[in-house]
């Protein structure tokens, strides 16, 4: 069965998408078979992968599926899920593409059987095919995010390294409670996540200690920099470690990625 790391935050701007497409080619390098879920109508993570085009299904057909087509099968999911790039030699990921159009989802669902159990039924459904599912999810505690946090074993909750980062965590903290006290009796908070982290800003270093009284013994020992390679290899449709492997930004989520597997293992 699959691992499904969900990673969580409303406030915007914050590193969940960088996070997220990131951690999910770190596994797939280190060849776990790996899953990236884009449930953000902005769609940047499939974007961040080379996806540009609205796909012909993407995730909004397998969350309306059961309207659609009565059942949700390994067979109708799997047409849905793409391959990355073959140039990129990512064989152990694949990705679950979104689009714009799953904004419209919430209104259509709203008196739906099961809305807040879609994600769950697929990635139940995908389980067995792969070790690791990352989910990256839009800013907002909506039903989107609740299906996220349905669906998942565990949330990451990326936090930026600047004055009101920590703005917002106690609604999602609140939202992760009442997940777990209606939908999702197994969810755990994985850790938060400290990213854009900049040596040069007294303030980077005072958010730290507060987010780390925040979440005691629930913050990563790796924090993310700031680092200007994260911030342009969307825009070549690449993950960091195919667009520049050397910098910080590589080396902070390739440690990132070894802590998950420990948490794993330990
Ligand atoms: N460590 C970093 N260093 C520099 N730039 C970064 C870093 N992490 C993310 N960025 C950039 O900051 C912006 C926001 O990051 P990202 O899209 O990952 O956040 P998000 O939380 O997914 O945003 P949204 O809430 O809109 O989904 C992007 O332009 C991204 O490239
Ligand atoms: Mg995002």
Redesign the pocket.
């Known amino acids: 069965m699959s691992r499904t790391i969900a990673i969580c ?1 409303q ?10 497409v990131n951690l999910a080619v770190c596994l797939a390098v280190l060849e776990k078979k790996t899953l990236l879920i884009d449930i ?1 109508p ?1 769609a ?1 993570a499939s974007q961040s992968v080379g996806i540009n085009e609205v796909q012909e299904e993407d995730i909004y057909e397998a969350l309306t599926m059961a309207e659609n087509s009565g059942e949700i099968t390994f067979e109708r999911l799997s047409q849905i899920i793409k391959p990355i790039n073959p140039e990129y030699k990512l064989n152990c990921l694949n990705i679950m593409p979104s689009s714009p159009g799953l904004a419209k989802l919430e209104m259509e669902l709203v008196n739906a059987a099961n809305r807040e159990r879609r994600l769950q039924k697929i990635v139940k459904t995908l389980g067995a095919n792969y070790e690791y599912i990352v989910i ?1 999810a ?2 907002s505690l909506n039903l989107l995010t609740i299906n996220t946090l349905t669906a998942a074993n565990s949330v990451v909750i ?1 936090v930026q390294c600047e004055y009101f980062s920590l703005q917002g965590v106690a609604e999602l903290l609140n939202t992760i409670k009442l997940v777990q006290s209606n939908l999702n009796s197994d969810l755990k908070i994985e850790g938060a996540l400290l ?3 900049d040596s040069r800003n007294s303030l980077a270093k005072q958010v730290v200690e507060e987010v780390r009284k925040n979440f005691p013994g629930k913050v990563f020992n790796t924090i ?5 390679k ?5 825009s070549h449709g690449k993950p960091i470690l195919l667009y520049d492997i050397q910098s910080a ?1 590589s080396q ?1 989520y390739i440690k990132f990625a070894e802590e998950i597997l420990e948490i794993k293992n330990g």
């Open positions: 935050n406030k915007g701007g914050v590193g969940k998408t960088t996070t997220a953000d902005q940047n990256d839009p800013p990326p990213t854009m982290y993310i920099p700031r680092n200007v994260l911030a342009e290899a969307p930004g902070g």
